[in-house]
């Protein structure tokens, strides 16, 4: 009987298919599976076949399943009895692309420019579910076996608040037990730095109506007797939060949980550069809320920003009308322990407050997900860091996120599994704006550390400590 | 030699003609001639030439005459040596149609429903120009002359502050020499209650953009750290006016010229019907300046509101992102003695004011109108109260307008002539909105109010009076 095949075989077989994985990455990104816009409908099936089409090739067994609104793909592999089991989940969303002519190339045309790969998706999530099916192909294919059970979840509503994923995971609730839930769609710290997430902003997003008159009207004729929607809407959106940013909602921060001084002062170690943060943004200086740094704004602070207002005439010229609506989509990153329902009544009340004389307006809730933090000392974390040390060939640090994947606190409440974040995104990877990126050293560096990930999980003992 | 055909027999021959004065506005209202939208051009053009043709009909000489913008449309008779001479000025053009879907009736398909026709530019200006076309055709159909000599200026660019107007006028300053300027472009003060305004409202119009990050960011991971260009262009708009509706720009009020004690008691004996002209506008409530009635509101208070306003993701669905930019279109009403230039510089050193930290803002001047205010003694403004009077068969009334004609106060100051201000819109006809609607009883009302104009004012001797 042969030897059986090392763990460097696997890594051998990952370096010699790194212009497959590059290939593989183009054609997932080349599908425009936009889940808030119900014209992609079609490439949506396209993509969640596309995945599942992929977790087979790796040696899953998989499916496409419906859900009452984009499909989730499902595969597993489950021959290693006696062992724990792994949840990994992705999604194949994403983001709309407009503003459309500020891309400098097609965002569905993923474009390699400098050992950086341009496209909608390719780091948000594409790049990240991507390379954990060709970890587990890895595995499989050289190894014929993985050290645990893994369960991999993709889903397509993760950019529209994953609202069909909570019922699903009721439905499937048997199917999907396992012991621990990987998560990889979160940043590296810094070029080559890796990161574990062990905190996530939640989100509470609304859209809000302001009415005048039952039509547009001359603004000669009435303006000056009749209120306007877009001035009411400003009064409203500017009563929000004061000059020094903080949110002026009664009861908002009721729950905020204020970070430790040990925390802060982890934070404050970070190598974290200010002037190259806001270099990348190209604003002019960065605002937030008085009394605090930068990460804490982004990692530990709630915030409130609206997202795109409308209303009245928007195109060419001069047009002299007072209009009869404006409108804007504003939310909300929540942080432990804000619940973004309330969050939604404190929300309207508050609108409702503002709203000044001579116009109604009206606040919709679009859709929410709960803040999440756990902690760093749970077995399967310890795994993690010690993988994406391999894999990167650098320790690992302990960050928070400013961004939301709702999922993971239905995971926590559902499963009762810990959640475990490996993120592979550059951090300036333009996520959810024009010319998203993903580095390509990333994606092999990530495929590496998945390896070593399930590998080091194989001899964990999952039950030695944590939360 | 037979007897003089009597101002009888013209009347009679206006009766006759109501079908195709109908089908003739049909006709001119079907042409797009909306001189804001730069695909409407050819429009413009042909809309020029179907104005020349019916002055032409009418009798006068008629050209079309280009200026560095839309062209102008130009006719005249001159036969009545030692008689005074009026200038005739009304638009052609048309505001845009959006938003298309409130229309009931497509913009540019004239449809006649319980005797209104609708349609856009149905009563601003189109019907008011064909009432002065068609009282001179009958005029020189019936008597072979006019009582004065009438020139007829149809310019296309009123709807765009009319750019090009003014270099127009001086260059033709000799040709367009007047004892008076009429304009017909106001409204009926209630329905088959005729007016002659006194008082126009000026006009400055801006847009305002606000620019924060180079590109739009991620919500999530950028958001509470970056500047919002929506939220700081809505501190700017909500810091232009105060909750009591007063504009907060300093230096904004220095040259408003207050209304006398007569004039007040007078425009508070208008028979004004506040909560028919709430109904009318279907707002919850009036809301304006505290401390002004509606009517003062309207016709004797500068106003500031926005007309437009956009930035970030305005689509379906939910997109977190962080906008780059926002902006807005606001324009301020005017009133004697204010100065568009004037409040322009005024406007942007308070928008710059209000401009929060992290984002830059920009003021683009659009455009500018001056208001005006003439006195009614004058024996033109006499004669065409005795021509409503005799057209309508009521008495008018005096009144202002909150709308600007901007071209009246460069008449008034190219040509040394005063302007009588005979309107015959509905005052709830639409204009610039939805459903712009035409009372085809004002046409023909208008149409005999004008052939008796003409007849007054040939009996009038000019130097009796006035300012």
Redesign the interface.
Known sequence: MAAEPSLADVLAFVAQHEPDYLEELRRFVAIPSVS???EHKGDMVACAEFVAAALGSAGLTAEVLPTAGHPVVYGEWTGAAGQPTALVYGHYDV??V??ID?WDSPPFEATLREGRLYGRGAADDKGQVLMHWAALAALLSVRGSLPVNVKVLVEGEE???SRNLEVFLMANRERLAADLVVISDT?LFAPGLPAICYGL?G?A?FQIEVV?????????????????P??A???????L?D?R?RILIPGFYDRVRPIGEREKAELARLPFDEEG?REE?????????AGYT?LE??WT???L????????????????????R????V?C?LVPDQDPAEIGRLFEAHVQRLC?????ASVRI??GGKPWVTSIDHPAIQAAARALAKGFGQEPVYTR????IPIVAAFQALLGAPTVLMGIAPPDD??????ERMDLANVYAGIRSAVHFWDELGRTNMASGGQ
Chains 1, 2 share one sequence.
């Not at 809407?233 to 009563?239: F, S, V």
């Not at 996120?401 to 939301?404: F, K, M, N, P």
């Not at 333009?430 to 010319?435: C, L, R, T």
């Open positions: 808030a816009l119900s983001q709309p407009d503003p500020l950019e529209i608040a940043d902003r989100i997003y005048g008159a039952a039509g547009d009207l001359h603004s000669g004729s009435y303006g000056g007797a009749v209120a306007n877009i001035e809407l400003a009064k409203i959106l500017a009563g939060k000059d940013g943060f943004t190209g604003a002019p200086a960065l605002h937030g809320e930068t704004r982004l602070r709630p915030t920003d609206p997202n795109g207002i409308w209303g009245g005439f928007t195109g060419e010229g001069l047009k002299t009308v007072l209009p009869s404006a409108s804007a989509k939310s990153r000044p004389h001579g116009v109604t679009m859709d996120a400013g961004g939301s333009h996520a959810h704006a024009p010319n």
